[in-house]
């Protein structure tokens, strides 16, 4: 027997497989297609103080290996989610849950950050300061080391549990985005958010996404994913999630060997809803293959 | 929600980009105005097919071909196996029909009124179907649905039935309720000319189609909506045009 | 009929085609498989100062829509290329090539450009800045706008012919070195060059490429290619010419209506020798089916 | 080079993990010691496959599945049509063989051997052949080779032929020049056991298969060199352990 447990930050994985925010709603959800007590944990829609509708439509654009998106943080707000979407999910999932937060400014992030650190559901909390589709400053945030430290530093004042800070992959030099979410206190750091991408419709003339750009994932972006899990885990202490077009075991287990202590599915949950479950359940034959007892054993510093 | 593998036992043209595809195998759970979400090898995103029609082990297409995986769809042959994710999106709701429903389809809007209206039909219901076309040319199931009520074409070009739109044949219709989808300037058209209450079935490019990613989200009088999971099909008066 | 024809700072090309540095040699071994005069024109392997061997294999690796090279400007040096590849050239080609320059200081740039820049078969210089794959300054000058200032600049007070920079996509702002080299008097910018990618071997649990990371190209990074076009071309009023993932007829158009005056082929011409034939050839056929009648109509500001 | 499509006849096991591919078409201008590259859906670059026999339309490949292209070459069918780049690389040069060549592969090194055997055999030269693998479940060919010419086999566990590596097979071999193909170990054992000049066949990762990526070049003391254009054939004399 294989073994696929890891631990994340105090808490113990069943397996590495955490479904990404953004791509698994609140949960209960994809509790209909299968038991998701099954996953690591999964990463809830990103969330931010008030209720958001996000962009405007079209936000989805296909593309080779993977698809853009544009969605924009649309979610209920936290207080909804407090009140509504947590017990909804309590009732399909008996693990911690991370708890993905979005935001414009740094009291944003802190006050969302503190009431989620509340809720008992919640084992991580991720702040997202990279998120491509919205404006004045979730990218600033994501893409300037000193804003970086400052949300992350602010954001830690606050909480209690473990913080995970997602990066995003749309800068020269990521291990120094790194290094300073690590110096202003993050307990683990969680990469890539999605490349900045575009399409035109030839017929229109006119870009495919109506906010013009958006947030390109799928197995189009894996290299450029191990690349910076690789650099990044190089670099820092605290453990680091890889994600980023991940769409089979094997793409798993190269993600653990680039130095992830866990890793997040995103779009290709969107392609086929039991992507993640797929992926568990082929875990051990792929580790077998590749004569690994334990992903412990693929872990740096483990 | 089902994730079904169904093998393709007909693909063939109705009209010059307009095809007809059959499909055999569990098609259960799956309700008139819903639609179902095709893995297209080679492509990354499903492809979103409203259903047509409906058998025992049979679901029925029509499919135009209007980008790349639609191109490749068309290509397919008899004997294929897709991987298709089924029973997506609300449907229409049929308790609203009272005794004359109209029912409203613009080009490619109109498949997913056929299996409604085979079951208005059984319900005893006294049918009215309006299809709009933009030429003769483009004219499809004009016979399958005169089975089932009674029929008016429009043309934009005049060259068949009555010339103009679908709403240039509503002024003799005394309907219930409407049942409508098409493009979404007729949409819209046909909710002002219309004083009956009824449902529209949309359109957005999406992402996932059983409503995790957001993608295809809309804002509507009664909170916002994903088109693939509380849609495709609004009332009425709930749509902020 | 419909006119493919495009106006290259000066130059009229027969169509806005381009096979892209590193992937179509000094040209002749193409001109075996059919008549590269048939090309807009094309830019031959990058050339610096001193031959070089470039590094370590294995070089090459695979990924979903896309690979990894890390070959690192192997060339004979630009005093063979002069001595023996142009004149081998100018017996298959009578149009006016593109010369790629690597290098490694601005005296390097420098010293190279200016003796191509005599040289009769050049009709324009792309200036490499962008190199992922070499260390000690090819890089640097990629991602930092002052250095890119710099060696454009110098670049420029020694050449007559037309300078074109070849940007890297591995910055988080690609703006501001666009708007860094056509303030030093660039005559124009080609990008994307690669991203920079990496993959691992399972079996051996090693990087696939000896020199660990290496740059990813291919259909892959297309969207990104196109959003950095896009962002560059409403940023600056020189020419770009687009490249990133270009694999068919359609792909040509969709990055000229980002912005592009012409496009550069790399990788499929390397999983496909006749990629850019094909691609001229099916081009008036795409042009007909989204009515366009010029390409010209396409470039902004013409 | 030539760009051709081509269609399988036969693919099947010839041990667990080595295939026999055939396929059909326009197989001119191919020579023993070349490779062909290999268009697979779903994969981005060509595979390279070296070339194990030539018929007058047909050509025999033999492969190992070692990776992703490989294994879904293991899985095509007879009749499936592949786009195939072929007459790539320089090959062996039939003309230094001597009265009495020895030819010696290991593993999927043994396939491009056959093709330079049958060749040499119609010269009417003595040959020996000397065929090295890890253990008797995993010998191929060791009957068509023994048409030939003398053949040894080694195995590395002992379980055929003779125990140990390729090299263990040479003693009172008295050969005038070798042709080998194998695992990079093998090839430098065997350059460094024989006294004989000789060429080796190597691998390494390609990009394009034809020149033009410069991803698999190498250092010669003939200067650098294209596995894929000046190679994958090396003189003994030229190369850098």
């Given at each position: 027997m294989v073994d696929t447990k890891v631990n994340l930050l105090g808490i113990e994985l069943d397996n590495p497989i955490i479904p990404a925010s953004g791509t698994f709603g609140y949960g209960y959800e994809f509790a209909e297609f299968y038991d998701i007590n099954m996953l690591g944990?999964?990463?809830?829609?990103?969330?931010?103080?008030?209720?958001?509708?996000?962009?405007?439509?079209?936000?989805?654009?296909?593309?080779?290996?993977?698809?853009?998106?544009?969605?924009?943080?649309?979610?209920?707000?936290?207080?909804?989610?407090?009140?509504?979407?947590l017990p909804k999910l309590k009732k399909v999932f008996n693990k911690k849950v991370m708890a993905n937060v979005g935001g414009f400014s740094i009291d944003e992030y802190k006050e969302v950050c503190e009431k989620l650190d509340k809720e008992e559901q919640v084992g991580w909390i991720e702040v997202n300061i990279s998120c491509p589709n919205v404006h004045g400053g979730g990218m600033s945030f994501g893409t300037d080391p000193k804003s970086a430290f400052e949300v992350t530093k602010e954001v830690k004042k606050v909480t209690t549990k473990p913080?995970?800070?997602?990066?995003?992959?749309?800068v020269t030099d990521i291990v120094s985005m790194a290094k300073a979410v690590e110096d202003a206190g993050a307990d683990g750091v969680s990469l890539i958010n999605t490349l900045l991408g575009m399409r035109i419709n030839l017929k229109t003339r006119e870009p495919v996404i109506k906010n013009v750009m958006g947030?390109?994932?799928?197995?189009?972006?894996?290299?450029?994913?191990?690349?910076?899990?690789?650099?990044?885990?190089?670099?820092?202490?605290?453990?680091?999630?890889?994600?980023?077009?991940?769409?089979?075991?094997?793409?798993?287990?190269?993600?653990?060997?680039?130095?992830?202590?866990?890793?997040?599915?995103?779009?290709?949950?969107?392609?086929?809803?039991?992507?993640?479950?797929n992926i568990i359940e082929d875990l051990p034959r792929v580790m077998k293959k590749y004569k690994i007892t334990s992903l412990k054993e693929l872990i740096k510093g483990e | 929600m089902k994730q079904v593998f169904l093998k393709i036992t007909k693909n063939e043209h109705l009209t010059k980009d307009v095809l007809k595809m059959v499909l055999k195998g569990d098609v259960s759970d799956i309700k008139a105005g819903q639609f179902v979400n095709i893995k297209i090898e080679g492509e990354y995103l499903r492809r979103p097919i409203s259903v047509c029609d409906l058998g025992k082990n049979t679901l029925t297409l029509i499919y135009k071909v209007v980008g790349k995986g639609t191109e490749i769809m068309a290509n397919m042959k008899k004997g294929e196996v897709l991987d298709v994710l089924t029973g997506l999106g609300n449907g229409y709701d049929l308790s609203c029909a009272g005794e004359r429903p109209l029912l409203v389809g613009g080009g490619v809007g109109v498949p997913p009124l056929y299996l409604l209206a085979k079951e208005l039909k059984k319900?005893?219901?006294?049918?009215?179907?309006?299809?709009?076309?933009?030429?003769?040319?483009?004219?499809?199931?004009?016979?399958?649905?005169?089975?089932?009520?009674?029929?008016?074409?429009?043309?934009?070009?005049?060259?068949?039935?009555?010339?103009?739109?679908?709403?240039?044949?509503?002024?003799?219709?005394?309907?219930?309720?409407?049942?409508?989808?098409?493009?979404?300037?007729?949409?819209?058209?046909?909710?002002?000319?219309?004083?009956?209450?009824?449902?529209?079935?949309?359109?957005?490019?999406?992402?996932?189609?059983?409503?995790?990613?957001?993608?295809?989200?809309?804002?509507?009088?009664t909170g916002n909506k994903r088109i693939c999971k509380e849609g495709p099909v609004m009332k009425k008066e709930e749509i902020i045009w």
């Open positions: 944990t999964f990463s809830f829609k990103g969330t931010t103080k008030e209720p958001r509708f996000g962009n405007p439509t079209p936000r989805i654009a296909e593309c080779t290996a993977g698809m853009i998106n544009s969605v924009g943080l649309q979610n209920p707000g936290v207080e909804k989610v407090i009140a509504e979407e913080i995970i800070v997602k990066l995003s992959p749309n947030g390109f994932s799928g197995p189009a972006i894996f290299p450029v994913a191990v690349r910076m899990v690789y650099q990044v885990a190089n670099a820092v202490k605290i453990p680091v999630i890889g994600m980023g077009g991940i769409a089979t075991a094997e793409d798993v287990i190269e993600m653990m060997m680039a130095g992830a202590t866990a890793v997040e599915i995103g779009a290709q949950n969107l392609i086929d809803p039991y992507a993640s479950k | 319900q005893g219901k006294d049918i009215t179907v309006t299809l709009g076309f933009n030429t003769k040319d483009e004219i499809f199931y004009e016979k399958e649905f005169s089975k089932l009520g009674k029929v008016f074409v429009t043309t934009v070009d005049g060259s068949y039935g009555i010339k103009g739109f679908v709403t240039n044949a509503l002024e003799n219709v005394d309907a219930t309720y409407f049942y409508s989808c098409g493009p979404e300037p007729m949409l819209k058209a046909l909710s002002n000319a219309t004083k009956i209450s009824g449902e529209l079935s949309f359109e957005e490019r999406m992402g996932c189609g059983f409503g995790a990613c957001m993608g295809c989200s809309c804002k509507t009088l």
